[in-house]
């Protein structure tokens, strides 16, 4: 049903969405359950992604978990849908809390490695690929950044 609609116009209705859910969080400011994966390949390469609305920076998979979903089960679904990319073992990282247009927002940061070559549907995501790791591609969202450190944190050896 939704490749019915042209690829261009298509993009344009989610920024459009974009637009009025930003205003309803800003009305009714519900809290919201988040995950992100951030998703290497076996060369240890990273998996961002570039949507076709919000700012255009470079982001983890990352979505909303839906109500009652499990949400390594959400993880898996949103690591699918916007790479076509399905993870192995998840791994929390750990749990970050974020601001968005006047609603809190708790996400769910988790690693793993992937299998498969990423895809962009040119609908929602308009980019999709790996890259080493000591060559990320700019702009990278402030969210993003701050989510990596997880991935720092986690590999740091108990002292």
């Not at 898996?76 to 809390?97: H, N, P, W």
């Not at 950044?145 to 002292?159: N, V, Y």
Request: aromatic letters at 6%.
């Amino acid at each position: 049903m939704l490749h019915l609609i042209p690829a261009p116009l298509h993009r344009r209705l989610y920024r459009v969405a974009d637009a009025i859910r930003k205003l309803w969080w800003r009305i009714r400011q519900p809290e919201l359950t988040g995950v992100a994966v951030i998703a290497t390949n076996l060369d240890g390469h990273l998996l961002l992604v570039r949507m076709s609305y919000g700012s255009g920076g470079w982001n983890l998979p990352t979505g909303g978990a839906g109500k009652g979903e499990d949400l390594q089960d959400a993880a898996r679904r949103e690591l699918l849908e916007e790479t076509g990319c399905e993870a192995g073992r998840l791994k929390l990282l750990g749990t970050q809390s974020d601001r968005l247009f006047g609603t809190n927002n708790i996400v769910h940061v988790f690693s793993a490695k992937v299998s498969g070559h990423p895809r962009a549907d040119m609908r929602e995501v308009i980019e999709a690929k790996f890259f080493p790791s000591h060559s990320l591609p700019e702009p990278l969202t402030a969210i993003t950044q701050r989510r990596l450190k997880l991935l720092k944190t986690a590999a740091l050896p108990d002292t």
